[in-house]
């Protein structure tokens, strides 16, 4: 069961718990309809006076629609080795062709925020969106790593979110 703790108690290493573990990134249209993603990219710190998580979503993908949509997102970390095939299902299949989560057998709760979170997860951090905006080719001071990362220019959507509440195992 998860349970609510307080974000200076957190004790996860965040580059591993980021780059090696990956999340889904679970966010919600105001019609209440659900979609997550794996990712690998993201981000934690403090900023603007929040505890903030940074995600990041390309256009094409479905969860797209629901980040730019909606005001709240959940980042729900799962054991790696547990769940490693649903993470990478997650990651690969769109939410557009299938009902992924429920082909998952994945169970979208919600707790005292009202933010859909998955309750497989060890660890959850359900934000609030404070700021978006699309990285753009010109504001790259590393033209190499932009050609590198960004060969179809297909840019990604930076998200900064608030973390709300932070539920642990």
């Keep these: 069961m998860l349970k609510k703790i307080k974000n200076k ?3 996860e290493n965040v580059f591993k718990l980021i780059e090696d573990d990956f999340f889904l990134l679970l966010a919600e249209k105001p019609d209440g309809s659900l979609n997550a993603m794996t990712a690998q990219w993201g ?81 959850v951090l359900n934000c609030r969106k404070l700021y978006a905006d699309m ?9 190499e790593l932009c050609e590198k990362v960004y060969p179809k220019k297909d840019f990604h959507l930076f998200v900064i979110g608030a973390i709300e509440e932070s539920l642990a195992r």
């Design 9 to 11: 108690d957190f004790t």
């Design 43 to 123: 981000s934690l710190g403090h900023l603007w006076g929040h505890n903030v998580a940074s995600v990041f979503v390309r256009p094409q993908r479905y969860t797209y629609e629901f980040i730019q949509a909606g005001e709240r997102f959940s980042l729900n970390f799962f054991d790696p080795e547990k769940y490693a095939e649903m993470l990478k299902y997650m990651g690969t299949v769109s939410g557009r062709d299938e009902p992924k989560i429920e082909l998952q057998n994945l169970t979208p709760i919600r707790g005292e925020l009202k933010i859909p979170y998955f309750s497989e997860a060890r660890l």
């Design 135 to 143: 990285i753009s080719e010109a504001k790259f001071y590393d033209r």
